[in-house]
């Protein structure tokens, strides 16, 4: 393929499937980005003509097809239909037929199939990858959470987020926000990981019910930098999670914002300190968080009792609800915890924490066996 049949092909990408083929808007624009990407990854790695272009080769498509009246072809968007291609060789059949019958037509009357992706893929599954999801189902993405799932090297993971984005029906900012705050990663760290799906799952939703649908079980600090420490105390913890506040807060959910670190609270002549201090500007109500680096004690939460009737007595202005505890462990026992909590205040939370990222293994069977319930739930 030279360069000229690079361009014409992408065109006729354009025209036949935006054109009327496809049965929807959304599966046209994904038929033909996938084209594309087909069409550059063949002409890259096949076409006579890639050692004269090398990295500029995008930069001077985008600028062709722009001169054509191509729309939609930057050169970022045409790195993202590249590696969509990429990710899903598998929507070679749906799309070449019978969704794009003309344009196959017109791949074998310019003789460009000698090697062509459309025709003939040979079987990239490697030992331990996950099942391909069925081009049907890629289908019934939009091209906006494509976008994001091609973003994700790890192959298990995206086949995690697309299980679970195809259930649950997640727009792309649901999907972003799932994935911004490590959703794969604190389901293989939970010894409960359906539990851990299922809020998930609720967390998803638009906005936030109440403080209880923010808080999560697993919380991953591994960007804190102390997964290879032997031995560090609460103070190194709360400096390494305020020293990377942005990706602390990511953790935490959307619309909290950092107020105050040891704050000080006087009762008659003794102080004390609570570690982190965060108010959530949609929920109107303060988030007192207490540090351990050791398992969850019961004494833990009468501490953080005495926290929240304070603050409710001292600190909360005209419009506040009232304070949530949150006590962050690196361990709990759930027995204990329902004990030491019983009849205090609702708003008292515990939860782990982990500085380690899971083995990806520990999701494989996880991931499998919910792609095979769903896609005999499909049919």
């Known amino acids: 393929m030279d360069y000229k049949a690079l361009l014409d092909g992408i065109g006729h990408a354009h025209t036949h499937t935006l054109g009327g083929v496809a049965h929807s808007v959304n599966r ?7 084209l594309v990407g087909a069409y550059l990854v063949e002409f890259e790695q ?16 985008a600028k062709d097809l722009s001169d054509e009246g191509i729309p939609g072809c930057g050169v970022r968007m045409l790195e993202r239909m590249r ?10 059949n749906k799309i070449s037929s019978p969704l794009v019958t003309n344009f196959h037509d017109q791949l074998i009357t310019n003789d460009l199939t000698k090697s062509s992706p459309l025709v003939a893929i040979s079987d990239r599954n490697q030992p331990h990858m996950p099942t391909p999801l069925a081009a049907e189902r890629i289908m019934g993405l939009s091209w906006t959470h494509i976008i994001e799932l091609v973003r994700i090297d790890d192959p298990w993971k995206r086949a995690f987020y697309e299980n679970e984005c195809l259930k649950g029906g997640w727009s792309k900012r649901q999907l972003q926000r799932q994935i911004a705050t490590l959703l794969y990663e604190r389901t293989g760290l939970s010894t409960n990981k359906q539990a851990v799906i299922e809020r998930g799952r609720q967390q998803a939703m638009d906005p936030p019910e109440d403080i209880a649908s923010l808080i999560r079980d697993p919380y991953v600090l591994e960007f804190a930098g102390l997964a290879e420490r032997t031995h560090y105390l609460e103070r190194d913890l709360e400096t390494a999670l305020l020293d990377h506040i942005q990706q602390f807060l990511l953790e935490l959910g959307t619309g909290f914002c950092f107020e105050a670190r040891q704050r000080r609270i006087t009762v008659g002549t003794e102080h004390d300190r609570i570690d982190l201090v965060f108010y959530h500007r949609v929920l109107r109500c ?20 005495f926290y929240l009737n304070y603050w409710k007595d001292q600190e909360m202005t005209e419009g506040d ?24 205040d609702k708003q008292l939370f515990v939860s782990r924490y982990q500085v380690i990222l899971p083995k990806p293994e520990e999701l494989e069977r996880l991931i499998e066996e919910d792609r095979a319930v769903w896609e005999q739930r499909m049919g």
């Open 83 to 92: 590696d969509a291609y990429l990710a899903y060789p598998q929507l070679a």
């Open 46 to 61: 096949q076409g006579e003509d890639r050692a004269t272009y090398g990295s500029g080769l995008l930069k001077r498509v």
């Open 321 to 344: 609800n009232p304070p949530v505890g949150l006590l962050l462990c690196t361990d709990k026992e759930n027995t204990k915890v329902e004990y030491a909590t019983a009849g205090l």
């Open 286 to 305: 303060h988030l007192l968080i207490d540090l351990k680096v050791r398992a969850f004690q019961h004494t833990d939460a009468g501490q953080m009792n």
């Open 28 to 34: 046209a624009l994904v038929a033909r980005n996938w």
